[in-house]
């Protein structure tokens, strides 16, 4: 049998986890895995447990949501060769999830994923030299409403569009300028959000179309939305949003292996949903197919 390391945080998704966990662990039984369990107790734990001990296993999984992915993947970048990872989403947005269409707060069918599933090449986002976020890197004012909304509120707005037409009559939104050393050129202005990502959903609020990501093509997204300054702009960029067209000149997606971001104050980052620290220079990057996951 292939030996499986489990980790799960128990707080994740109030604890949805346990709706059907042991028939989770049969079914992973019956297909063919010795699980080990381990719960996490707090920030940080599931990065020290995978250094620690994912060597020893075939498979690392972690069931909670894309924070306990976060910790999970940045162990794996730590230790040489590691396993491949299996994922069973447990929490808010969940947005690793949507991009790789893994059943999300449903124990038994993420479950049924990882025995039946596939591995893939996955790439993983750099953040200086030893940080790590398996999906985004994100600053501006959507960062914080998108990460620190409350899911019910979350539902309710749906969309990045509605955040932005609620922004421009709010006339709250701060504008950083930036500059931002990428493969293709040098890209300047003022902006109202930037990202880096490998994930076609991002915080649950705005959605890629599948054909702009290739989650291991060594490649990640380069979101920047520029101040639309009028109402009316607003609108039409909240429109091309809506649509998925994303035809707007006040919206750029360029694709890039690495970017340096340039401000003229420290800029507070968020990392996979979770804070990522006050920058003036910012270097990020793509490690291509860095780990396999499987779905």
């Not at 998108?146 to 707005?157: E, F, G």
């Not at 507070?268 to 793509?286: I, K």
Request: hydrophobic share 40%; net charge negative; aromatic share 10%.
């Amino acid at each position: 049998m292939r030996k499986l390391m489990l980790i799960v945080n128990p707080a994740a998704g109030r604890g949805g986890f346990r709706t059907l966990f042991g028939e989770a662990m049969l079914q992973l039984s019956e297909g063919g895995f010795q699980t080990s369990l381990y719960f996490t107790k707090g920030h940080g734990e599931a990065t020290e447990l995978v250094k620690k001990y994912a060597s020893g296993y075939d498979v690392i999984a972690c069931v909670g949501g894309d924070g306990t992915l976060s910790e999970v993947v940045s162990g794996l970048m730590q230790i040489p060769n590691p396993p491949p990872l299996g994922y069973i989403p447990m929490g808010t947005s969940n947005d690793v999830a949507t991009t790789l269409g893994i059943p999300k707060n449903d124990t038994l069918g993420a479950a049924k994923r990882i025995v039946e599933g596939k591995a893939h090449p996955y790439d993983i986002g750099g953040f200086g030299k030893n940080d790590y976020f398996a999906y985004i890197a994100a600053f501006g004012a959507f960062t914080e409403v998108s990460y620190v909304t409350p899911q019910d509120q979350k539902k309710a707005l749906g969309h990045l569009a509605y955040i932005l037409q609620g922004a421009s009559l709010l006339g709250k939104i701060e504008k950083i300028h930036t500059r931002i050393e990428y493969d293709d050129g040098v890209f300047e202005d003022d902006l109202l959000y930037g990202s880096m990502s490998n994930s076609t959903s991002v915080a649950g609020i705005v959605r890629l179309r599948d054909e702009m990501v290739s989650i291991g093509d060594g490649k990640s997204e380069l979101v920047l939305v520029k101040d639309p300054v009028t109402p009316d702009a607003y609108g039409d960029l909240a429109g091309a949003i809506l649509s998925r067209t994303f035809e707007n000149q006040n919206l750029h997606i360029l694709h890039t292996t690495k970017a340096k971001f340039i401000f003229d104050r420290p800029v507070a980052w968020t990392r996979d949903g979770e804070a990522g620290g006050e920058h003036t220079v910012a270097e990020l990057c793509n490690y291509h197919a860095a780990i396999q996951f499987i779905f």
